[in-house]
C-alpha cells in the first residue's frame, strides 16, 4: 500500500481570527433571561395566565372609554408592561424564531453598543413597538407578548453599519469586533444607500404580507404583531444615533455600493 502525506495549508499570521459560534456577553444574557422567564409555561394555567396579564401589553389597560375592565398589574403595570411584554413568548417557535433573527444583528449591535446601551436600546425599541401596537388597536383586550419589536430595532439599527466596508454584511470585513465597530452611516446617506433601500424593501414587504394575510405563527394561532414590528424598525432606525458610540463616518466614508472602492456613494 502506497502511504501518502498531507500537509494542511498554513494560514497567514495576519489573518483575523474571527468566533464564529461565540455570541458578546449582553446578547447570550438577553437571550437566557428570554428562555429562563419561558419557564412560566411550567406554572399552573391559572398562575401563567395571570403572569400574562400582568406583563404583557395589553391595550384595553388605557382605554377608559369603553367598558370598564380590571386588569391585574393596576396602574404599575401601564408602566412597565411597555418593556416586559417583550420578554414573554407563546412556544418555543415563537422564540426560536426571533432568536433566528436576533442572532446576525443583535450580536453586532451588542458589540457595538456594550451591555448598557445594548439593553437600554432593546428597551426602547419593545416600548416603540408597544406604542405603535396600542396606536393600531385601541381597545384590544388579547395581550401582546414576544421581542420582535426590539428584534426588529436591532436590525434596522445594525443596517445603519452593516454595508460599510469592512463590517460584517460587506464582502471585505474583519473580525467580529473590528465588523461592528466600523463608522456608520447617517441616516440620509443610509437611505440613499442602494443595499439598505433593498433590505428595506424587502423587510417592509414581509410585514405587510403578514399585515395584509393575517398570517398566523405557531400552533395557537396567535397572529403576528406586525404594527409593533414597524413601530420597533422605525425607532431603531431613528434613534440609533443616541445610542452609538462610535464617532460618525466623514461625508468620504466607502461602503460596499461603491463599485470602484472610490468612496462615493
Keep these: 500500500m502506497e502511504s501518502q502525506s498531507y500537509s494542511s495549508p498554513v494560514e497567514p499570521p495576519d489573518a483575523p481570527h474571527e468566533p464564529i459560534l461565540t455570541l458578546p456577553g449582553a446578547l447570550t444574557a438577553y437571550v437566557l433571561l428570554i428562555a429562563v422567564i419561558h419557564l412560566r ?23 377608559s372609554t369603553l367598558l ?5 398589574g393596576g396602574a404599575g403595570a401601564k408602566v412597565w408592561t411597555f418593556v416586559t411584554y417583550s420578554l414573554l413568548h407563546a412556544n418555543l417557535s415563537h422564540i426560536g424564531f426571533n432568536i433566528l433573527w436576533l442572532l446576525p444583528f443583535g450580536s453586532a449591535l451588542a458589540r457595538r453598543f456594550g451591555p448598557a ?37 436591532a436590525m434596522a439599527a445594525a443596517i445603519r453599519f452593516a454595508f460599510v466596508r469592512g463590517s460584517f454584511l460587506s464582502f471585505n470585513r474583519g473580525d467580529a469586533d473590528a465588523a461592528a465597530k466600523v463608522p456608520a452611516l447617517s441616516l440620509l446617506r443610509a437611505l440613499r444607500n442602494t443595499r439598505v433601500l433593498g433590505f428595506l424593501a424587502v423587510w417592509f414587504g414581509v410585514n405587510i404580507i403578514f399585515g395584509l394575510g393575517s398570517i ?36 468620504h466614508a466607502v461602503d460596499v455600493s461603491s463599485p470602484d472602492q472610490s468612496g462615493h456613494a
Excluded: C
Excluded at 370598564?68 to 391585574?72: A, C
Excluded at 401596537?133 to 421581542?147: D, K, Q, R, T, Y
Design 117 to 153: 446601551r445594548f439593553f437600554a436600546f432593546m428597551a426602547v425599541t419593545a416600548a416603540a413597538g408597544a406604542l405603535a401596537h396600542l396606536v393600531s388597536h385601541e381597545h384590544a383586550i388579547a395581550p401582546m407578548i414576544g421581542a420582535s419589536a426590539s428584534v426588529s430595532g
Design 216 to 251: 398566523s405563527i405557531g400552533s395557537d394561532g396567535a397572529s403576528v404583531a406586525w404594527q409593533a414590528h414597524i413601530g420597533g424598525f422605525l425607532a431603531g432606525m431613528m434613534l440609533f444615533s443616541l445610542f452609538d458610540p462610535v464617532p460618525r463616518a466623514t461625508r
Design 68 to 72: 370598564n375592565i380590571t386588569f391585574p
Design 41 to 63: 409555561v411550567l406554572l399552573p394555567v391559572e398562575v401563567e395566565n395571570w403572569t400574562i396579564d400582568v406583563f404583557g401589553f395589553i391595550p384595553k389597560r388605557y382605554d
